[in-house]
């Protein structure tokens, strides 16, 4: 059974989960949200990067899987959220994981079958998926569904370090 820790990296919230899974079944072992607080964004950096590493040490995964940033209308706000996928790619690395990417439209595609699903679809395929009888905070739920989209794909999508986006 492989253990994949899902990561949906936010400027003031991340989601996180980890999920156990081998061939179409699927458990969730843990999840939560890591809230950074307020203050100047290098203390909040560094929070997060202290939670998150907690998390890999305790669950100790065998692969990650991180949503990728994509920036709308708000440069600010995508620097924010660059920042925090950053953080968690950091600790990976220093955790010695090896990290897939996937876009939001391939872990909606994978996770509802359309790319363009909203978060309550999300939320709904999730709690089905994973056998959950209570709601998961979305943040968290984002987490789940990126995991099952790397346990899906076989971890075919690998982190290239030309291409961070990817």
Known sequence: MTRVLGVDPGSAATGWAVVE??????????????????????ARLARLDSALSE????????????????????????LALAESRGVALAVLGRAGIAVSSYTPTQVKSAV???GRAEKRQIVYM????????????????DAMAVALTHLWSGGRTRLDPDNPTC
Request: hydrophobic share 40%.
């Open 55 to 78: 998390v890999v040490a305790h669950h100790r995964p065998d692969a990650a899987a991180v949503e990728s940033s994509f920036s709308g209308r708000n440069p600010r706000s995508g």
């Open 112 to 114: 509802v079958g359309y």
């Open 126 to 141: 999730v709690m089905r998926l994973l056998g959950l009888e209570k709601q998961p905070a979305q943040d968290a739920a």
């Open 21 to 42: 899974g081998a061939g179409n079944r699927f458990t969730l072992a843990a999840a939560g949200v890591i809230r950074t607080g307020s203050g100047e964004r290098p």
